[in-house]
């Protein structure tokens, strides 16, 4: 269910603003940012508590631990260290994000993403294999690149930065999605991300930033399923016949792939500036409303997100305790798709401060003291 559309300028009619005014000639590239991203195949715990029917392990019951496809973002091209933080690639309007992509998994895929111009993200790589240039029919070799025009960046009333996602692209069926394969790809206006390289860059207009994908992963769809199947149920999938109640246990509504409260580091401290990315993937079950139970989320605290649709929420972080987040849509609660995040006070920070300069004080002394006694 695809289809095409054109978009004309209309005649006698100026746009004026510089956000959504059209350039039909390419724009200078300011800054040229790497990403190192890794591509493996990592046995994922979706929620290592017991719970419901989704995630509870028995006959014919696959359980929390699944086979899934994960983009992860490293530090260089020896692809050894990687980032804890997870693979957010981000960039200001005007520049170019240049990806060295391997396929460490068992099947070719492939990087690509919505909302800026990008060069050789469709081409699929062959496990084992890295895609830094690649070469056209003339015998020319071409970068992997994104830019980011003006036309990619934040609108007049939009938040200093916007989200988008990145993604396989070797085929349209969605079993790419459905194993993990996806990231958040953030947008700022100029000036907003500190100088750095890929990981290293942070913003410089809040504290502390989030991305969520709200999203029912169906693991039925998955490439990953006979495999699966014969990990954990011990079971030929060739002469496996799935139930109605087995399909219906495989879909996992979580948020990043996360469920019943089972997605841990959303923490943050009192009056600190956050931004939370939320994105919307999958299909026509997956119309969800994100609502987060705290006082000082700017505008609403029910955000509302469809396939292909992701939004940017500012938050000042107010009263300390830890708050639910969740879906509101009944059934999707039910089937784990909530977590918490915990604001912490002052006091505890402070806290945590006047410890770990007490502990700095008492080790100098303790120091001090031996040399002193040596001499």
């Given at each position: 269910?695809?289809?095409?559309?054109?978009?004309?300028?209309?005649?006698?009619?100026?746009?004026?603003?510089?956000?959504?005014?059209?350039?039909?000639?390419?724009?200078?590239?300011?800054?040229?940012?790497?990403?190192?991203?890794?591509?493996?195949?990592?046995?994922?715990?979706?929620?290592?508590?017991?719970?419901?029917?989704?995630?509870?392990?028995?006959?014919?019951?696959?359980?929390?631990?699944?086979?899934?496809?994960?983009?992860?973002?490293?530090?260089?091209?020896?692809?050894?260290?990687?980032?804890?933080?997870?693979?957010?690639?981000?960039?200001?309007?005007?520049?170019?994000?240049?990806?060295?992509?391997?396929?460490?998994?068992?099947?070719?895929?492939?990087?690509?993403?919505?909302?800026?111009?990008?060069?050789g993200g469709h081409i699929?790589?062959?496990?084992?294999?890295?895609?830094?240039?690649?070469?056209?029919?003339?015998?020319?070799?071409?970068?992997?690149?994104?830019?980011?025009?003006?036309?990619?960046?934040?609108?007049?009333?939009?938040?200093?930065?916007?989200?988008?996602?990145?993604?396989?692209?070797?085929?349209?069926?969605?079993?790419?999605?459905?194993?993990?394969?996806?990231?958040?790809?953030?947008?700022?206006?100029?000036?907003?991300?500190?100088?750095?390289?890929?990981?290293?860059?942070?913003?410089?207009?809040?504290?502390?930033?989030?991305?969520?994908?709200?999203?029912?992963?169906?693991?039925?769809?998955?490439?990953?399923?006979?495999?699966?199947?014969?990990?954990?149920?011990?079971?030929?999938?060739?002469?496996?016949?799935?139930?109605?109640?087995?399909e219906e246990s495989n879909k996992m509504?979580?948020?990043?792939?996360?469920?019943?409260?089972?997605?841990?580091?959303?923490?943050?401290?009192?009056?600190?500036?956050?931004?939370?990315?939320?994105?919307?993937?999958?299909?026509?079950?997956?119309?969800?409303?994100?609502?987060?139970?705290?006082?000082?989320?700017?505008?609403?605290?029910?955000?509302?997100?469809?396939?292909?649709?992701?939004?940017?929420?500012?938050?000042?972080?107010?009263?300390?305790?830890?708050?639910?987040?969740?879906?509101?849509?009944?059934?999707?609660?039910?089937?784990?798709?909530?977590?918490?995040?915990?604001?912490?006070?002052?006091?505890?920070?402070?806290?945590?401060?006047?410890?770990?300069?007490?502990?700095?004080?008492?080790?100098?002394?303790?120091?001090?003291?031996?040399?002193?006694?040596?001499?």
């Amino acid at each position: 269910m695809r289809q095409w559309y054109k978009v004309n300028e209309c005649p006698g009619k100026k746009v004026n603003h510089k956000y959504t005014k059209l350039n039909k000639t390419p724009q200078p590239v300011i800054h040229a940012i790497t990403y190192y991203c890794l591509l493996i195949e990592a046995n994922c715990y979706l929620s290592p508590s017991p719970g419901s029917i989704f995630v509870g392990k028995g006959k014919n019951r696959i359980g929390s631990r699944y086979k899934k496809v994960v983009y992860r973002e490293y530090t260089d091209d020896t692809f050894i260290l990687f980032s804890p933080v997870g693979p957010i690639i981000k960039a200001e309007v005007g520049e170019q994000i240049v990806i060295i992509f391997k396929n460490n998994a068992t099947r070719p895929y492939s990087i690509t993403t919505h909302g800026v111009r990008a060069s050789g993200g469709h081409i699929p790589v062959k496990p084992g294999f890295i895609l830094f240039m690649f070469s056209e029919p003339s015998g020319n070799f071409i970068e992997v690149t994104w830019d980011v025009p003006e036309s990619s960046g934040p609108g007049v009333t939009d938040p200093n930065c916007i989200s988008y996602i990145y993604y396989s692209t070797v085929d349209f069926v969605m079993v790419k999605i459905e194993a993990g394969l996806l990231g958040p790809l953030v947008i700022c206006r100029p000036g907003t991300l500190k100088r750095g390289e890929g990981p290293d860059r942070e913003r410089s207009d809040v504290e502390r930033e989030f991305a969520l994908l709200f999203m029912v992963h169906d693991e039925n769809k998955s490439w990953y399923l006979g495999d699966n199947i014969r990990t954990y149920l011990g079971l030929n999938p060739e002469n496996f016949t799935p139930d109605e109640e087995f399909e219906e246990s495989n879909k996992m509504h979580g948020i990043n792939g996360k469920l019943y409260g089972n997605l841990h580091g959303l923490e943050m401290t009192q009056g600190q500036k956050v931004d939370w990315y939320l994105i919307g993937m999958g299909n026509e079950i997956d119309m969800h409303t994100v609502h987060f139970h705290t006082d000082l989320v700017h505008r609403a605290d029910v955000f509302d997100l469809f396939p292909g649709t992701f939004q940017t929420v500012e938050m000042v972080a107010g009263n300390p305790g830890t708050w639910l987040l969740h879906c509101h849509v009944t059934d999707h609660i039910h089937a784990g798709m909530e977590t918490t995040f915990t604001i912490k006070g002052w006091s505890v920070f402070l806290g945590n401060v006047v410890m770990l300069f007490l502990a700095s004080l008492i080790s100098h002394l303790y120091f001090f003291s031996f040399y002193t006694t040596r001499n």
